[in-house]
């Protein structure tokens, strides 16, 4: 408990510094960088012929969408031609149809979720050109999208999509995957173009050592919270993870973006009521402690969201370590006593306490990298990641998770302002039917190809036919595919046969619509606040800037995933675990 408590404490002091980055990179605010950066962004602007001008939220959602369109077109032609001699010291053929499909889609939709093993079903092309790139792009594309939405409900313009996007990656993705990458290299993680390497075991059989661009792929996985893996077995491999300090830096890469995401907004929503009053910002100009301490917080609507985002996690964090840490009840019906607690696909180097904080961290964050295996947690342990991933708002992905929380925020306000008998108002804009429905319908689509699509998988036979496991676990595992799918994670039970038509299409489409059709309601819902006149604060206005609200808020978020997700839960891992 104490490394865990440790690792999470370190981490509060380094989101500090960044997310003063972040947020000066986002609001165009002065940095340390900005004589080379502004050299580069200006470069790619001329090169490409970019308008810079600010777009109208259809516009930005639909610049987007060509964005990532074209992007897709490039990688699923070279995932299709990639046996070609480029970059492929070890012979790989071309990959499939259903299966480029579900590559493609996966990794454009910031998902990674992968149907196959890296080492033996991608060329070094692939993995550098389409994997590797729409890891930057991919991250990009969720976080700009996310300042869009904070500006327009803020009533600012939403900006430009082609500037947000290249000004997180050159500032921000880019020099942090080098300083992440070096540092793996140091710590002994593969950088080359080599081919694998055949060794004989002391068995006296052949084993094939992967070799590759492997530092290149592990640094963004985790910094544009991406996950997958050069190799099949992920995290949980030396040559990815080597030893506890690339678990830490992992850890933190994973944490760093999302956990900013949410001090950008905080010191946005803080920027836009301090322009409205002048006179309170010279003040606060003129004290340096106060500007100190400004400078060291979140802004009090963003602590709020970070209040309750660190509930959920907590909450979670401890049933999944408490949880791993008993053991397994089957084994210990079976006269084995496990002094280390459930330690069956853990890596000896991480045990129980790193393992639990990975498997947390990483589909709490939506990043679906592993460092152990997650079909092999306990009933009630399992249930923490799968969970975690239907509520989608445990700090999210790169500036995704905190869109879904917003969403939330408003709903929480809406209900509240029922309550209290007043119009639900939120920064300053009321909150109307118009908002109301695009809130319902954006939070109804998730929990919908969660459940339909599972539903499906276990209705029709190319669907059971991938169901290894009989019973509740195998119910967990659909539940889990699907899950990891529409909530853009990509991490995976791996006891399912998923490499197939059925799955590759189905889990492509959840992918694909759990990320766009989200993303563009969201932007519909900030295009609509925008226009709207901000509203004086009186006595009557709900303060979401509190504590309180930060209670409810997480109490609203629980409520609606027991409404959806409960009989399906109590079918899965809840049985499982009672039976045990």
């Known amino acids: 408990m104490l490394q865990v408590i440790c690792t999470l404490l370190i981490f509060l002091v380094i989101m500090f510094p960044i997310g003063r980055y972040l947020y000066h990179i986002t609001t165009h605010k002065k940095t340390f960088a900005d004589p080379v950066f502004d050299l580069v962004d200006n470069t790619l602007y001329k090169i490409l012929k970019i308008d810079i001008s600010q777009m109208e939220w259809k516009k930005y959602a639909l610049t987007l969408l060509l964005v990532n369109t074209c992007l897709v077109f490039v990688g699923y ?15 790989i053929s071309s990959m499939e149809e259903s299966l480029s499909f579900n590559t493609i889609i996966s990794f454009m939709t910031n998902t990674n979720l992968q149907h196959y093993s890296g080492e033996s079903s991608l060329s070094y092309l692939s993995q550098m050109f389409v994997i590797i790139m729409m890891m930057f792009t991919s991250a990009a594309s969720g976080y700009a999208a996310c300042v869009a939405m904070v500006r327009g409900i803020l009533g600012k313009s939403m900006g430009n999509f082609y500037v947000d996007f290249i000004r997180i990656i050159t500032r921000f993705l880019l020099p942090l995957s080098l300083i992440v990458g070096l540092f793996l290299v140091s710590q002994g993680v593969p950088q080359n173009l080599d081919s694998n390497i055949t060794l004989t075991t002391i068995e006296g059989k052949l084993q094939d050592i992967a070799s590759g661009p492997i530092v290149a792929l ?8 991406n996950g997958g893996g050069f190799l099949g077995a992920n995290s949980s491999t030396p040559l990815e993870n080597p030893n506890i300090l690339t678990n830490i830096v992992e850890l933190y890469s994973m944490m760093l973006l999302p956990g900013s995401c949410v001090f950008v907004f905080g010191h946005m929503v803080y920027d836009k009521f301090q322009e409205k009053n002048l006179t309170k910002l010279v003040t606060i100009k003129k004290n340096k402690l106060q500007n100190l301490c400004h400078k060291m917080s979140f802004g009090k609507e963003g602590r709020t969201i970070f209040v309750s985002m660190s509930i959920l996690f907590v909450i979670g964090l401890s049933l999944c370590f408490y949880s791993e840490s008993q053991g397994n009840a089957a084994v210990e019906n079976q006269g084995i006593i496990q002094t280390l607690g459930n330690m069956e696909g853990k890596e000896v180097r991480f045990g129980i306490a790193q393992s639990s904080l990975f498997t947390t961290v990483t589909t709490s964050f939506t990043t679906g990298t592993v460092n152990n295996m997650h079909d092999t ?21 790169a500036g995704v998770g905190l869109m879904n929380m917003l969403i939330y925020v408003i709903l929480a306000v809406f209900i509240c302002g029922l309550m ?7 920064l300053g804009k009321k909150i109307e039917g118009k908002e109301m429905k695009m809130v319902a319908l954006c939070i109804i689509i998730h929990p919908l190809l969660i459940l339909g699509f599972s539903a499906m998988a276990i209705s029709i036979q190319s669907g ?3 169901i290894i496991n009989p019973g509740y676990h195998g119910l967990t595992q659909v539940l889990y595919e699907f ?6 994670n990509g991490s995976g039970f791996e006891g399912l046969a998923d490499n197939s038509f059925f799955w590759n299409i189905t889990t492509g489409l959840a992918m694909f619509f759990g990320r766009y059709l989200s993303i563009i309601i969201q932007l519909g819902i900030a295009g609509s606040l925008m226009n709207k006149m901000d509203i004086n604060e009186t006595v009557g206005t709900l303060k979401t800037n509190t504590v309180s609200f930060a209670i409810i808020l997480v109490f609203i978020v629980y409520i609606f995933a027991a409404l959806t997700f409960l009989p399906s839960l109590a079918l899965g891992p809840l049985s499982e675990f009672l039976t045990l």
């Not at 032609?77 to 012979?91: D, T």
């Open 377 to 397: 947690l306990t009933p009630l342990g399992g249930l923490v990641p799968l969970l975690h991933m239907m509520l989608n708002v445990v700090f999210g992905g």
């Open 77 to 91: 032609l070279i995932l299709r031609i990639q046996s070609i001699g480029i970059f492929n010291p070890n012979g």
């Open 483 to 488: 899950s990891s799918a529409a909530a853009n």
């Open 218 to 225: 592990e640094s963004i996985k985790h910094l544009g919270t």
């Open 464 to 466: 059971l036919e991938g």
């Open 420 to 426: 209290i008998g007043r119009t639900p108002e939120y």
